[in-house]
Each structure stands twice: as C-alpha cells, then as structure tokens.
C-alpha cells in the first residue's frame, strides 16, 4: 500500500481509522474523504494531510480522486447505519450498495491493489444461531441495514473470486469510543451513551433497548487494528472476502451499567443509575441480531485477537472522557 483513500472518513469509524494509518504509512499517503453535506471531517484531519469531498454514489468524482491522488488502497467507510436505513431505505441502498459497487467498479478498472470493507452483525438474521454464531452460517436480516450488509458482502465475493479484485472486509459488532459523539442512528451506540452520560451526569435515563438485551462489541482500536492486520494479511492464507466475524466480548444494558458502577467510583462517579425509554425501531433491529459471534476464522488465517476486554475498555473510557470535559483532550488524537 502507498497511497490510501478512505471514504466516510468523518464518520464513527474513519475519524479513527485516519490518524492510525496516517501514523503508519506517511501523512502524505493517507487521504481523507468525506462527502461534505453533514458531518465535516475535524480539524486535525485536514491539518495533518490531503482532504477530498467525496460522494460515494458519484462515480466520477470517485474515480477522479483515485487518479488525482494516484490512489492503490481503499478503505471504504461510507455507510447509512442501521436507525437510519430503516426510516430511509432508498438513500441505505443508494449509498450502502452503490456505493461500493461504484468503489469495487472504480478500483477494477483502476487496477487498485484492494478495498477493505466494514461488515455488520447487521448482516446476520432471525434465522441465525444467535450464540457464538458460525462465520459461515444463514443470515437472512429482515432489516434494510442488515440487507445492504449482505449484498456488500456478495459483492465482495463476485468482484473477488470471478473478476480478479482484492477485497477483504471484517463483520463488526457494537463499537465502543469515546473520540467521537455517540451516533443516534446506531442501534448499538446507546452503550457509548451510557458510558459519556456517566462521566457528563452519572446516569443515563435513556436506554433504548430492554436491560437483557444481548449483543456483541468490541473497542474502537481493536476495530481498527482488525482493519489494518487483514488489510496487511497474506492473501494466500485468506479463504474469506468480506465477511470475517470480529469480536471482543458481549453485553446487555444492565452488564454495562454494572461495570460502570465497579469502575466508576476511580473517577468519581458514584451510585450510578439508569434508566429506559424503549425504541421499538431500535429494539426490533437489536432482537434480529446475534448475542455473540464466533472469530476462530479470522484468528486462524491472520491473526486476530482483541486487546481489550470490556473492563479494561469501560476504564479507559472514562479516564480519558473525564480528561476530555476537564478540557485536557481538546481534539481526537492525530
């Protein structure tokens, strides 16, 4: 990889992802791309290297940064997430399907060395085994995020196996930072709610989703470590293309608030409470997902093993939270 373009560069994931790759292959080599119409990208991105507005469903305005930038690496971040695809579906599938059709088409035509994608538990179903769920398995997701997840995914498959592109791609669960808000169209973000409104208020009276239930996370540098070591994987161990399950640890709403009570008095936040105001949206969303997924492919073939745990994860959070509203972290790390 010498140069790398990553879209939706100010979303959750990409303000992350930016500054880890531009530490590890030059800032010059890193582009940063956004699409400009709501969520800017931050300051210390555009100080610290090249910048582009990017819209995904714009296949020229793609493939004319690819050129101008000399681009041989994308990581594609673009994404509707899971509230709002369901409230607005055709703008899901415009940007989560062709969008990357128009990535996977520009970088084909390219010569583009890969494109690393991000999958979801999302791409799982009803039907699925819902603990310690298979790689390989029946998905079926009766959400439209969950649906565009699994045409992502056969994409990857098509644009790998029959038309010679290198796409490698890890299915997420919840993702836990605290560099960024929270997302209020993330079904999963309410933990990361949780984890700021004990540092902000100590409580959070706002749960979306019923205290039992069950779902995957993992933290964000875990995230995206997973990116880069599959991006860096040999080719030849890889069997998989776009859908290698990545997992950390799971956790209802009442397990998160527990660990916030252990570790919460270390920064000063005591008899910490919640609370719930039920999103049926959200919580049908959450009740067609998995309690845990199985990675033992992802470990086999490149490595993969998370550092954090969800005590450790919950303990740095709040330190650093606590440093950022006593105005010792003024911006995300770059």
Do not use: C
């Not at 309410?190 to 700021?196: D, E, T």
């Not at 956790?251 to 570790?263: G, R």
């Amino acid at each position: 990889m010498k140069k790398i373009l990553v879209t939706g560069a100010a979303g959750q994931i990409g303000q992350e992802l930016v500054p880890v790759l531009r530490k590890q292959y030059g800032n010059d080599n890193v582009v940063a791309a956004a699409s400009g119409l709501k969520t800017p990208l931050p300051e210390g991105i555009i100080k610290s290297g090249p910048s582009t507005v990017i819209d995904v469903t714009d296949y020229i305005q793609l493939e004319r940064a690819i050129n101008r930038y000399g681009i041989d690496t994308i990581y594609h971040m673009s994404s509707i997430l899971s509230k709002t695809a369901e409230e607005n579906p055709e703008l899901a599938y415009d940007v989560n399907v062709n969008g990357l059709l128009n990535v996977l088409r520009a970088a084909r035509g390219n010569k583009l060395e890969r494109v690393i994608i991000p999958s979801s538990i999302a791409a799982f179903g009803p039907h699925t085994p819902k603990a310690n769920t298979p790689n390989d398995t029946v998905q079926k997701p009766k959400s439209i995020y969950g649906q565009t997840k699994v045409v992502q995914e056969m994409l990857a498959d098509i644009y790998s196996e029959y038309l010679g592109l290198d796409i490698r791609g890890v299915r997420f669960p919840g993702l836990l930072t605290w560099t960024t808000p929270p997302n209020p169209a993330g079904t999963t973000d309410y933990a990361n709610y949780m984890i700021f409104d004990a540092i902000r208020k100590g409580l959070y009276l706002e749960v979306p989703l019923k205290g039992d239930t069950m779902l995957p996370f993992m933290y964000m540098p875990d995230a995206i470590k997973a990116l880069i070591d599959l991006a860096e994987a040999d080719r030849g161990r890889l069997t998989h293309h776009g859908d290698y399950n990545v997992t950390a640890y799971s956790f209802t709403p009442l397990e998160l608030a527990q660990v916030i009570k252990k570790v919460g008095p270390e920064f000063g936040i005591i008899n910490f409470e919640i609370g719930f105001k039920l999103d049926p949206v959200r919580q049908k969303i959450a009740d067609s997902w998995v309690w845990s997924m199985d990675d033992s492919l992802a470990r086999k073939e490149w490595g993969w093993k998370p550092d954090w745990d969800l005590e450790s994860t919950v303990r740095d959070m709040l330190k650093n939270l606590k440093r950022k509203l006593m105005g010792e972290i003024k911006v995300s790390p770059v």
